[in-house]
């Protein structure tokens, strides 16, 4: 079955220790990135990923780190949690960038961080 | 500030209804345009999508309307079903290179 997988779906952690929610895709999709949603801002993009070891920015990328080491794999990583970023994660993945091309997503992580 | 907008935070239909969910984008450089949505505990699915130069595209029931120079695009569901409750998110993108989302509305279809 073509799925997006993230692990763990729940994490509850304290600040300051260092945390990764790993992503996995068996699609061969080239292009993978990381969404947090938020009540009321709907989902922000932390990072993506075009290609194997191309990583960029996406709105929202302070304090968070990514790799991409293989094409289907892209774990999210927070070097020194903090309260703030506590949310739902979704990693996310797509074959190529353009037209009738969407994106399909995991099932989600909900971190909390106190 | 936000790019896409969903100016609804929810929104009640009753069954069998047309449902019309609406979307603002303010950047002109956006060329393609996705609905998603979401139910509880999962993750965001793919619903349906336009390119900039069409007006319409519709699929089954739903029917995604863009209005470039208003910036505005629409999602009806006609009719609407009690699965259709979820939220809807919005989505547009520049060739891909960055999806950017609006906060959702929140469907309710009451039986």
């Known amino acids: 079955e073509a799925q997006v997988t993230q692990n763990p779906r729940y994490l509850i952690t304290v600040t300051g220790k260092k945390l990764t929610v790993t992503c996995s895709q068996n699609?061969?999709?080239?292009?993978m990135s990381w969404y947090r949603q938020d009540p009321g801002l709907g989902l922000r993009q932390i990072y993506y990923s075009m290609n194997v070891e191309v990583t960029d920015k996406g709105d929202v990328p302070e304090g968070y780190k990514v790799s991409r080491k293989e094409k289907r794999n892209f774990p999210l990583i927070l070097e020194s949690p903090s309260p703030n970023q506590t949310s739902l994660y979704f990693c996310?993945?797509?074959?190529?960038?353009?037209?009738?091309?969407?994106?399909?997503f995991g099932n989600g992580t909900r971190l909390t961080v106190t | 500030d936000q790019q896409v907008k969903q100016n609804s935070p929810s929104l009640s239909v009753q069954e069998g209804r047309i449902s019309i969910l609406n979307c603002d984008y303010t950047n002109s450089m956006f060329d393609y345009f996705l609905w998603y949505k979401k139910y509880p505990a999962e993750g965001p699915t793919f619903l349906i999508s336009i390119s900039s130069i069409k007006d319409k595209n519709e699929d089954g029931r739903f029917t995604v309307f863009l209005n470039k120079s208003a910036k505005h695009l629409s999602l009806h569901i006609v009719p609407s079903q009690p699965g259709d409750s979820a939220v809807y998110f919005c989505a547009a993108t520049n060739y891909g290179q960055n999806f950017v989302f609006g906060p959702g509305t929140r469907l309710s279809v009451l039986p």
């Open positions: 996310a993945s797509t074959f190529s960038t353009g037209p009738n091309s969407p994106l399909h």
């Open positions: 699609m061969n999709h080239e292009y």
